[in-house]
């Protein structure tokens, strides 16, 4: 085995972080700016896939320096919907910039463990990344909670599941066109769900028509026992998402159906990715933490709570953890600063 210790002996001490998704890389943003060493890991590889939109809580007045950072980062201090590929590019981007933060693609982890002195990462290239304190951002699915948390390693299937779909407003007839001073978000009344309509910004941030992406959200609870016939969810464990390729034919025109009746622009980037089988099905997960730190490991993000999407909140809740997370560390981690860091 090849033991690799990084930066071992810089002045504020080093971390490593496991999952290099949109918590993970605000969290090594954060540790970064109080002066650690940072190393993210990542299972896959650099140039992944997300075409969801996420609502943004932008305001930095009174905020600190991390907080007026990391927002101005995702969406230049605005209250916005942004692309979930926009948001990582950005913080990818600022990663990479800073000679604090090492990113490590295509490198999962397969273990995770500690002693008196430090903690480290095993990966399945057999290597072995040491740190002063090791953080758990890797999702709903988190290798890093299996440690932490033995008795409840899992998020559970909430028992409905989220379809989404969008298209690029270029494609909507003329007269179809949200103004530009559509609200960002609109809920919009159904008797069978809650159903939420985006305009979601690019990465230009341009704002001007034309420019933007039309997203639909809505929740179904009809769909379980499809979900566990296709292998998405096992018992109450979600395994994976629904692809449009995979949804059956009659599903397709069920939910067609449906969508007919709903207001413009939501009804046309519904009914097109029904259409063009660019539709996703999100099995929805949830998970209430009874512990978030054991020693020198702690998690963030969805590996940590996995908040109803509802509430528009998963997102913001992981900026704020890894802003949370930064504060607690301006001491540094050496030793047993890192035990007391986590323990607040």
């Known amino acids: 085995m090849n033991d690799i210790v990084e930066n071992k002996h810089d002045q504020n001490g080093t971390a490593v972080i496991v999952g290099a998704s949109l918590s993970g890389l605000m969290t090594g943003i954060a540790l970064a700016q109080e002066g650690l060493h940072v190393t993210i890991l990542e299972k896959v590889g650099e140039n992944r896939i997300g075409g969801s939109g996420l609502r943004v809580n932008g ?84 290798q890093v909670r299996k440690y932490i948390a033995p ?42 769900g809650f159903k939420f309509g985006s305009i979601i910004e690019k990465k230009d941030d341009s704002a001007d028509s034309g420019s933007r992406r039309i997203g639909c959200t809505w929740y179904d609870n009809r769909q379980s026992a499809l979900l566990r016939r296709l292998g998405c969810v096992e018992g109450m464990v979600v395994r994976h998402s629904l692809n449009g390729a995979d949804i059956p034919e009659s599903t397709l025109k069920e939910l067609a159906n449906q969508a007919a009746n709903w207001p413009e622009p939501w009804r046309s980037a519904s009914l097109h990715g029904i259409e063009t089988r660019t539709l996703i099905g999100i099995p929805i997960k949830e998970y209430v933490p009874d512990l978030l730190v054991k020693g020198r490991i702690a998690l963030v993000g969805d590996a940590a709570h996995v908040p109803a999407p509802v509430t528009a909140s998963g997102f913001n809740e992981s900026l704020q953890d890894a802003v949370a997370l930064g504060k607690c560390v301006e001491k540094g981690v050496h030793g047993q600063l890192a035990l007391q860091a986590l323990a607040k």
């Open 151 to 192: 008795h409840k390693p899992n998020a559970t299937y909430a028992g409905y599941m989220g379809w989404i779909a969008s298209m690029s407003e270029n494609d909507l007839p003329k007269h179809l066109l949200p103004s530009t001073h559509k609200p960002a978000v609109e809920m919009f009344d159904s008797y069978d």
């Open 59 to 142: 305001g930095t007045i009174g905020r600190s320096k991390t907080e007026k950072l990391l927002k101005n980062l995702v969406s230049n201090g605005k209250s916005t919907v942004q692309l979930w590929s926009t948001i990582e590019s950005r913080l990818r981007a600022e990663a990479k910039k800073d000679n604090k933060i090492t990113l490590r693609y295509d490198t999962r982890v397969v273990n995770v463990d500690q002693d008196d002195e430090s903690v480290w990462a095993l990966t399945d290239q057999g290597k072995t990344i040491h740190g002063d304190l090791l953080i758990g951002a890797d999702g709903h699915n988190s």
